[in-house]
Nanobody, 122 residues
Framework: VQLQASGGGLVQAGGSLRLSCAAS????????MGWFRQAPGKEREFVAA????????YYADSVKGRFTISRDNAKNTVALQMNSLKPEDTAVYYC????????????????WGQGTQVTVSS
């Protein structure tokens, strides 16, 4: 599975960005799509996940109410709409996927995209 993330950039605090991730190659009949992020000097952390049908989503507390994850299975894409951005959201955002249907499990992701930089200025 190959994942290609895009949509990052520079935005002022309070602004919005929409990240997109396109998946290609081998696909699974049941798989979770997720987003993680890594800020400078920090460990990679979970941001959001969505199951195959799109009926189940899960968010980190730090982004709940501000970020929305969605997917289009016909196009093999997943998106992350980020609103009310804060300087602490600055990080490289990674698209990822794993087999399964449990969005609340934040481990076991085994395919990763190259990351896209999001910078939020104060």
């Amino acid at each position: 599975v190959q994942l290609q993330a895009s949509g990052g950039g520079l935005v002022q605090a309070g602004g919005s960005l929409r990240l997109s991730c396109a998946a290609s190659g081998r696909t699974f009949s049941r798989y979770v799509m997720g987003w993680f992020r890594q800020a400078p000097g920090k460990e990679r952390e979970f941001v959001a996940a969505i199951n195959w049908s799109g009926g189940s989503t899960y968010y980190a507390d730090s982004v709940k109410g501000r970020f929305t994850i969605s997917r289009d299975n016909a196009k093999n894409t997943v998106a992350l709409q980020m609103n009310s951005l804060k300087p602490e959201d600055t990080a490289v955002y990674y698209c990822t996927t794993r087999w399964g249907d449990n969005v609340m499990s934040t481990t076991g992701y085994n395919y990763w995209g190259q990351g896209t930089q999001v910078t939020v200025s104060s």
